[in-house]
């Protein structure tokens, strides 16, 4: 399986060529949509982007773990966790494999 990662320099970059703004603004676009997510997140709320999945945080309590090296008991503390749900459509991209862009 590839390890490859995109980043938000090639994501800006598609942005670019795909809308046909200038760099800059590609690249402002992008950090203003991440900046929008981000920011719904922190304030708890759902993030839902249509034919691609849901964000949501997700409260865990407290619970007692245990160092596998030592055995020994460590409280692990209340937090927040971010979780991912992928759409149908995402899942079954993933599953059947790349799909073509209609339209051009």
Same mark, same amino acid.
Request: charged letters at 25%; proline letters at 5%; glycine letters at 8%.
């Given at each position: 399986? !590839?390890?490859?990662?995109i980043?938000?320099? %090639?994501?800006?970059?598609?942005?670019y060529q795909? +809308?046909?703004?200038?760099r800059n603004?590609? /690249?402002?676009?992008?950090e203003a949509v991440?900046?929008?997510?981000s920011? /719904?997140?922190?304030?708890?709320e759902?993030?839902?982007?249509? !034919?691609?999945?849901?964000?949501?945080?997700?409260?865990?309590? %407290?619970?007692?773990?245990?160092?596998?090296?030592?055995?020994?008991? +460590? &409280?692990?503390? &209340?937090?927040?966790?971010? +979780?991912?749900?992928?759409? %149908?459509?995402?899942?079954? %991209?993933?599953?059947d494999? &790349? +799909?073509?862009?209609?339209?051009?």
């Amino acid at each position: 399986m !590839s390890e490859k990662t995109i980043t938000r320099a %090639q994501l800006s970059e598609a942005v670019y060529q795909e +809308v046909g703004l200038s760099r800059n603004e590609s /690249a402002d676009l992008l950090e203003a949509v991440l900046d929008e997510i981000s920011n /719904a997140l922190a304030e708890g709320e759902a993030v839902k982007i249509s !034919s691609f999945g849901s964000f949501a945080v997700r409260s865990k309590g %407290q619970r007692i773990g245990r160092n596998p090296k030592t055995g020994e008991e +460590v &409280p692990i503390l &209340p937090r927040r966790v971010l +979780v991912f749900r992928p759409s %149908q459509l995402l899942k079954k %991209q993933i599953n059947d494999g &790349p +799909v073509a862009k209609g339209g051009n």
